[in-house]
């Protein structure tokens, strides 16, 4: 199977649960939350359907990785989907959820 691991990247607006692999609140005073090994590959969104990942009732969170902690479509790298099981994915983008290399 093609892909790479990463890691290095820290979450921003959100903590990762690793234990159920999801997205859930911040705790207070936390800024920045390193993210685990995650292993990254391309796939359509046939692909998607075909595998029939559960991504919780609401979908997934389509969250940006960025080069740097600036937002903008210049320090873009790629998009990348997060499980998120009891909040809507509306919930995290209106906290300004994202990863930060």
């Not at 600036?70 to 909040?87: G, M, Q, S, V």
Request: aromatic share 12%; charged share 25%; with cysteine.
């Amino acid at each position: 199977e093609e892909g790479q691991n990463i890691h290095g990247l820290f979450l921003e607006g959100a903590r990762w649960n690793r234990h159920e692999g999801k997205l859930e609140e911040s705790e207070p005073k936390k800024l920045f939350v390193a993210m685990p090994v995650i292993f990254v590959t391309a796939m359509t969104v046939k692909d998607i359907r075909s595998q029939g990942l559960s991504y919780g009732h609401y979908g997934p969170y389509n969250t940006a990785v960025y080069k740097y902690p600036r937002r903008n479509d210049r320090y873009l790298i790629f998009r990348l989907l997060l499980k998120t099981t009891e909040t809507h994915p509306y919930h995290w983008r209106l906290r300004g959820v994202c990863l930060v290399a």
